[in-house]
């Protein structure tokens, strides 16, 4: 918690680790599926994470940041994004589509230990409090989706 109040900025850094590897997961998703409804919803699934990561940067600039955002900082990889890898080989939409809700999941998690951590800011809460309810509405498609189509 410390390196937190020293550089409040930090925990936004890994959040936009997360939706810079997010965005790279949906749109390499998007190009791999066969499925063209499912082709399209993760087109723009990708495009929403690129806009909250830009989002955030700007954040992050806003509340002073000294220093850009590090290699070291992106490259930490929301893990789940690389089990897309393997179902891209075959096709596997079933996989590609567990891997999402999984990953969806997972950033869930991290923006609620993250809301934790960061100091009271308004205009930081907002806006991840904005993206919070964007990638709840993205897991609720993908798991609509898959109901509609297992159908």
């Known amino acids: 918690m410390k390196n937190e109040r020293e550089n409040p900025t930090q925990p936004l850094y890994h959040l936009i680790a997360i939706l810079e590897d997010a965005k790279k997961g949906y749109l390499s998703a998007a190009d791999k599926v066969k499925d ?3 082709a399209l919803l993760f087109e723009r699934f990708g495009y929403q994470r690129g806009r909250y990561s830009n989002e ?17 900082t992106l490259s930490l990889l929301h893990r789940t994004w690389l089990d897309l890898k393997s179902a891209f080989r075959f096709g596997q ?9 999984k990953g969806e999941e997972l950033a869930l998690v991290n923006y ?3 809301l934790e951590q960061i100091p009271e800011n ?7 409090q ?6 709840k509405t993205v897991l609720n498609t993908i798991k609509e989706y898959t109901s509609v189509s297992a159908n």
């Open 130 to 135: 904005q993206q919070v309810n964007g990638i």
């Open 112 to 114: 609620s230990k993250i």
């Open 56 to 72: 955030l940067k700007q954040l992050v600039n806003r509340l002073g940041a000294t220093s850009s955002i590090d290699q070291f």
């Open 93 to 101: 939409k079933e996989t590609m589509i567990k891997a999402c809700i």
């Open 122 to 128: 308004d205009e930081a809460k907002i806006i991840l």
């Open 36 to 38: 063209e409804v499912l």
